[in-house]
């Protein structure tokens, strides 16, 4: 099993910036992937940003540009800095971790929510 402490949700108006902090703990060894999804109300769960032990990234096409996602000091911590904030990043935000076998944790998500 995996832990999460999620923080940096709130609530910002649009053109704003955020960020998001996750620290995770418990079973970690083997993670090779980390990052971000997020769920908008009626909305399938869907990537934002993920980042690799290689420091290697991917991203959502709607993010690209205005999100970077970072690995923090501390190995077991994954950031995302979100800039430019649009009405539509309104969503639930969850950390999550990957094992190469394709084993999945979430965290328990964090909202933002972004005001025009």
């Known amino acids: 099993q995996v832990q999460f402490v999620e923080s940096g949700g709130g609530s910002v108006q649009a053109g704003g910036s955020l960020r998001l902090s996750c620290i995770f703990s418990?079973?970690?060894?083997?993670?090779?992937?980390m990052g971000w999804y997020r769920q908008a109300p009626g909305k399938p769960r869907e990537l934002v940003a993920e980042i690799g032990n290689s420091g290697n990234t991917k991203y959502a096409d709607s993010v690209t540009g205005r999100f970077a996602i970072s690995r923090g000091n501390a190995k077991n911590t994954v950031n995302l800095e979100m800039n430019n904030l649009k009405p539509e990043d309104t969503a639930i935000y969850y950390c999550?971790?990957?094992?190469?076998?394709?084993?999945?944790?979430w965290g328990q998500g964090t909202q933002v929510n972004v005001s025009s």
């Open positions: 999550h971790v990957k094992f190469p076998e394709g084993l999945l944790y």
């Open positions: 418990g079973n970690t060894f083997g993670i090779n992937l």
